[in-house]
C-alpha cells in the first residue's frame, strides 16, 4: 500500500498518496473568506461607481474577488491524530489550531484560538499537543490536550522558539529550536502597543530599532525535570527542525547564519515603500528561474554564458537565498532543488557525534531509516542505501507529515 504524505508547500495544505496528489481545504479559511465576499458587497456602494469617486471614497480594489485576493493565509504545520487531522493557520492577524473529522469537513472544531496569541507550529504525540504561540515579538512553547483542555506555556525568556517535537524515545520530553530576541528598547511603547506584534514592529521601525535574531540552536526540555538542556550551538550556524529517530539519534538541519549589519533608521518603512520592485524582481526571477530549468537559457540578455545565469533571490522562511545558483550547484542531481546545499540535514548520535546526511534541505520526515524531504523543488524520498526517488513536483514545502 502506497505510503500517504501531509505537506505544506507555500502556506498550503496537500495529502499524496502514491501518484496522487490534492489540496486540503480549510473549513475555516473557507468561511472567512466568505465574510470577506460578503462584506465587500455589502459595501459595494460605498467603493465603486462615480459616486464614490466623487465622494472620494472610490477603492479600484475593493470588488469582492480583489478582496478575497488580497488576503494572506498561512498553514505552518499538520498532524494526524485519534482519528482526525489537526492543522496551525494563520489568516487576516488571527490564528489557531484545528480539527478536520475528515478531509471534506466544513465545520471543523477548533483547539486553540484567541487573540493574544498566534499560534505557529505544533507537533502531537498520543493525546498531547506541543505548539509555538507568538505574543508580543516573542515566541514560546506549550502544551494542551487535544482537546485544548489543561494549556499552559513551559518556555519564557526574549527569545523565539520554533519547530518543537515529542521525543519517540522519552516521555515528557520536547526538542526544538530557539533564537536570541536582540535586546530591544521597549520602556517608551505604551502598554497597548507592546501587546500587538504588529504595532510593536511598526513602533520599533519610527524609533529606528531593528528586531534581529541571534543564531538558533536546539534545546532539549524535560517537562518532569524542569529542564532546558543546549543539544546544538555556534555562532556560525542556524540549528532547526529537531526530529528524534527511534534508535534515539537526533536529526536537524543546519544553515548559516548570517548576522544582520547597520540597520538604518526607518529601513522597514523603506522595506515598505520599495514594496512594488521587490514584487518585481521576485516577479521576474521566478520566470527566469523556470525557464533557465526547462529550457536551459535565461531571461536576461548579453554577456557571457556565465554572467547569463539569473541572481533571482527567494526568501524562504526568512531567509534570502539565490535560487538560481543553487539550481546550478545542484545540477548534476536527478531533481534538482533551489535550496543551497549549504543547508544540511545532521544526524547526531546518543553520543554525541554527527554526520551530514544530505544536502540542500528544506524540510524532512523521518521514516523508518529512511527519510522524505523538499530541496525547495521537490518532494523526495532518500532510501537507507542512498538511493532517491521522486514522490512529487512541490515548491517550497516547508513541511512534511506521515
Known amino acids: 500500500m502506497a505510503r500517504q504524505l501531509l505537506y505544506i508547500s507555500k502556506g498550503k495544505m496537500y495529502i499524496t498518496v502514491g501518484e496522487k496528489t490534492r489540496p486540503v481545504d480549510s473549513g475555516v479559511l473557507a468561511r472567512y473568506l466568505e465574510r470577506v465576499k460578503t462584506g465587500a458587497r455589502r459595501n459595494a456602494w460605498k467603493t465603486g461607481g462615480e459616486g464614490a469617486k466623487f465622494t472620494g471614497t472610490y477603492d479600484p480594489e475593493g470588488s469582492a474577488s480583489d478582496r478575497v485576493a488580497s488576503v494572506s493565509a498561512r498553514v505552518s504545520s499538520m498532524a494526524y491524530a485519534d482519528g482526525a487531522l489537526y492543522y496551525a493557520l494563520t489568516v487576516g492577524g488571527a490564528s489557531g489550531i484545528y480539527r478536520k473529522r475528515s478531509m471534506t469537513d466544513e465545520e471543523e472544531g477548533t483547539v486553540l484560538s484567541d487573540g493574544d496569541y498566534l499560534y505557529g507550529e505544533m507537533n502531537i504525540h498520543r493525546d498531547r499537543v506541543v505548539y509555538t504561540a507568538a505574543f508580543a515579538g516573542e515566541a514560546h512553547l506549550g502544551i494542551c490536550d487535544l482537546s485544548g483542555g489543561n494549556a499552559r506555556m513551559v518556555t ?49 521601525a519610527e524609533a529606528g530599532r531593528a528586531v534581529e535574531l541571534g543564531p538558533a540552536g536546539i534545546y532539549r526540555l524535560d517537562l518532569a525535570q524542569g529542564e532546558i538542556t543546549e543539544i546544538a550551538e555556534d555562532p556560525r550556524y542556524n540549528y532547526v527542525k529537531p526530529q528524534v529517530a527511534e534508535d534515539g539519534s537526533l536529526y536537524y538541519i543546519r544553515r548559516p547564519y548570517t548576522e544582520a549589519k547597520g540597520a538604518a533608521r526607518g529601513s522597514c518603512l523603506l522595506d515598505l515603500l520599495l514594496l512594488p520592485v521587490h514584487l518585481l524582481r521576485a516577479l521576474f526571477g521566478f520566470l527566469t528561474i523556470f525557464t533557465m530549468k526547462y529550457s536551459g537559457t535565461t531571461l536576461r540578455s548579453g554577456g557571457s554564458a556565465a554572467k547569463k545565469k539569473s541572481e533571482a533571490d527567494l526568501y524562504i522562511e526568512g531567509n534570502l537565498i539565490n535560487a538560481a545558483e543553487s539550481l546550478r550547484q545542484n545540477g548534476g542531481e536527478d531533481y534538482p532543488g533551489i535550496i543551497p546545499r549549504s543547508w544540511e540535514l545532521i544526524r547526531r548520535t546518543p553520543d554525541g557525534k554527527e554526520e551530514v546526511v544530505r544536502r540542500g534541505v528544506l524540510s524532512f520526515c523521518l521514516d523508518g531509516e529512511g527519510f522524505y524531504f523538499s530541496n525547495g523543488s521537490y518532494l523526495l524520498y532518500h532510501a537507507p542505501d542512498g538511493k532517491e526517488e521522486k514522490i512529487t513536483k512541490a515548491d517550497e514545502v516547508t513541511f512534511i507529515g506521515i
Not at 533564537?179 to 521597549?186: F, I
Request: no cysteine; glycine share 4%; aromatic share 6%.
Open 156 to 204: 519564557e525568556g526574549e527569545s523565539v522558539e520554533s519547530s518543537p517535537v515529542w521525543s519517540k524515545t522519552e516521555p515528557d520530553v520536547i526538542y526544538y529550536s530557539s533564537a536570541g530576541l536582540a535586546q530591544m528598547d521597549t520602556e517608551a511603547l505604551s502598554e497597548e502597543r507592546m501587546q500587538s506584534l504588529p504595532a510593536l514592529l511598526l513602533a520599533m
